[in-house]
Each structure stands twice: as C-alpha cells, then as structure tokens.
C-alpha cells in the first residue's frame, strides 16, 4: 500500500503541465508519513522498553536473584545509591562489583510478578464454578 501510495505521488509529480508545488506537497507528505510511521514502529517502543529498564534497576534490593547481560547468575549482595554499583554474589565467597547497566533480568521480581498472576487465573476460575 505504501508503495502505490508513492507511485501515485511520482507520477502526479511527474505530469506535463504542471509547476510542481503540488509535486512538492506530496513529497512533503510522504516524508512526514514515513517519519511518523518510524516514530511509531522504532521509537515510540524503544522509549517504552528503556522506561522499563530504569524501573527493573531501580527496584534493585539486596537478595534480589539476578540475571547479568553476561549470563552469570547471582544475589544483590549491596546496591549504591551514590554511585552507579552493584555487588552481586555468585558463589560462596565470590563477589563482583559491577555497573547496574550490566543487570539483565531480575528473577526475583519475575517470579513474584508470575505468582500474582497465576494466583489471580486461580481466583478468577474458582469464581467461575
């Protein structure tokens, strides 16, 4: 559809007889759609998923279970507030300061938010009968 849509904006442009403002019009048109449907389909949910993001590493407490972006499992031991710092321990006596950047998931979080939510299809169904 996008493509006819062009089509027909090429040839109006292209017609004899013509002085090209109305060439003009489309092709401003059709750059202002293109725009609008790259805002909507890339951008707006980039924001949506990064807003998210900021609140997973916010809720950060100790003993949350968490996934790292390099795939190491582990417990919040501490979270600074002051800086951008992160312990996690891994394994007894292993612990590793990192940025909070580098959190991927928060497990802890996860499973209370899958729990509420089978609690809730529980309820729902036993209402039901």
């Given amino acids: 559809m996008l493509l006819a849509f062009i089509l027909w ?3 109006e442009a292209q017609q004899p007889g013509k002085d090209g ?10 750059f202002g759609g293109i725009f609008f449907l790259f805002w909507l389909i890339v951008m707006r949910p980039a924001r949506r ?3 998210e993001r900021q ?19 582990g417990y919040v031991v501490s979270v600074s507030d002051k800086e ?3 312990t996690i321990k891994i394994d007894d006596n292993v612990k ?20 509420q939510e089978l609690t809730q299809k529980e309820t729902a ?3 039901r009968k």
Avoid: H
């Fill in 55 to 73: 609140k997973l590493l916010s809720q950060l407490e100790k003993n949350d279970r968490v996934l790292t972006n390099a795939g190491i499992y």
């Fill in 21 to 30: 403002t109305a060439g003009l019009a489309f092709n401003i048109l059709l």
């Fill in 96 to 115: 590793v300061k990192m940025v909070r950047g580098s959190i991927a998931r928060n497990l802890t979080k996860e499973d209370k938010l899958a729990q």
């Fill in 125 to 127: 169904s036993a209402e």
């Fill in 9 to 11: 904006a090429a040839d």
């Fill in 84 to 86: 951008d710092e992160v």
């Fill in 49 to 51: 998923q990064e807003a």
